[in-house]
């Protein structure tokens, strides 16, 4: 008979002892196995999947500052962030209607227009609240928004300020020509007017596809253009930073709470994105991008030939150095084709992309407050 190592019995463990309480207890387990140090590791990977559940699942965007509903119609909320007073001329943001949440224009404390406005003077400021396309609004083009912003500024006692955030620039913009004397002043935040001046990539995009292209996406979409599409479309503008990137500098800062809820609070803006009418987004792409003919004055709206020349209110251009969503080129070419005389334009250029010219935290302190004052010294 081979001799045998004697083994010794199995230790049975009592119900109540912690390692049959898992995953209760299944920390001081692992510090008693692994150690402090792996277990500091284990909580680290923890957190970063809690926090990637947080961006990859973000909250709805929401306003920061308080404000009332002062209209509500098919197309918009049209939000009031203060009550202003007799002989104010009301400051109106055009916010984007392009595929993501109005709320950019007041994104939160220290990082809002609106707040940065009303701050430094001016007494009544309102947002184009855009409300997300339904099936119902398939076919709501131009010349429906055009009437929303007539009805929100005839609301508003027919005389505006206004303000144009990107798409929502071009959008002023046709408003100022229509109707010349219910615009007091006029500013154009990263607005793409010249559609055909610069070299970027979304000038690109919309030359190198054919327009059928688009309308195969709104076709599948039932008449809309989904928000899920277009996002996708511009992560693929910058695909490393869109996700390795995103990630890795989540998980560098994941200690960083403050770093966390900051990146949440923006995937909430960035990743709820919002479904666009098929009429009015393909009219956007084929006409205004495509064929350029708002700047060639060619564009037709709410009945008549809309020419830049018509537009003789002060001017403000604000233009992004490393905008590439708008390329300062586009915004800028406005001074040459607007009928305001030279001497009331004003043309800045500041550091940093296209997101930066609203909610960027160097803009609002440096520029804005002086862009709000000019507003205000042309009542």
Request: proline residues 7%.
């Amino acid at each position: 008979m081979l001799l045998q190592t004697p083994v010794r019995p199995a230790t049975v463990l009592p119900r109540t002892s912690p390692e049959h309480s898992v995953p209760l207890f299944w920390p001081l387990v692992a510090a008693t196995m692994f150690g402090n140090e792996m277990l500091a590791d284990m909580q680290r990977a923890l957190d970063y999947v809690a926090a990637v559940g947080l961006i990859e699942h973000p909250a709805s965007p929401e306003w920061a500052s308080a404000n009332r509903i002062r209209l509500d119609i098919d197309t918009m909320r049209l939000r009031e962030f203060s009550a202003g007073g007799p002989g104010i001329v009301p400051v109106l943001i055009i916010a984007p209607f392009a595929g993501h949440s109005s709320t950019i224009a007041d994104y939160e404390r220290g990082h809002s227009l609106v707040e940065t406005m009303l701050t430094y003077g001016a007494h009544q400021v309102l947002v184009t609240d855009w409300k997300p396309a339904t099936a119902e609004m398939r076919d709501f083009d131009i010349d429906t928004y055009l009437a929303s912003l007539k009805v929100a500024i005839d609301e508003l006692g027919g005389t505006v300020h206004l303000v144009g955030l990107c798409q929502g620039g071009w959008l002023g913009a046709m408003y100022a020509a229509r109707f010349p004397g219910k615009v007091r002043s006029l500013v154009l935040a990263g607005a793409p007017i010249d559609t055909d001046a610069g070299d970027g990539p979304i000038r690109q995009l919309a030359h190198s596809l054919p327009l059928s292209t688009f309308q195969n996406m709104v076709e599948i979409g039932n008449g809309l253009m989904p928000g899920s599409f277009m996002l996708a479309g511009w992560k693929s503008m910058h695909p490393v930073e869109q996700y390795a990137n995103k990630y890795l500098a989540l998980y560098q800062n994941i200690e960083d709470k403050n770093y966390v809820r900051r990146t949440a609070k923006f995937e909430g803006w960035y990743e709820n994105a919002n479904d666009l009418p098929g009429a009015y987004y393909l009219q956007v792409i084929e006409q205004l991008f495509k064929e350029n003919r708002f700047a060639r004055g060619e564009f037709v709206g709410m009945g008549r030939r809309l020419a830049l020349a018509d537009i003789k209110v002060p001017l403000f251009l604000l233009g992004g150095e490393q905008d590439d969503i708008t390329t300062s080129e586009q915004v800028f070419r406005a001074a040459a084709l607007v009928g305001t005389p030279p001497e009331k334009i004003v043309q800045k250029l500041v550091p940093g992309g296209h997101i930066g010219l609203f909610m960027g935290t160097q803009t609002l302190r440096i520029v804005w407050p002086g862009l709000t004052d000019w507003i205000l010294k042309n009542p």
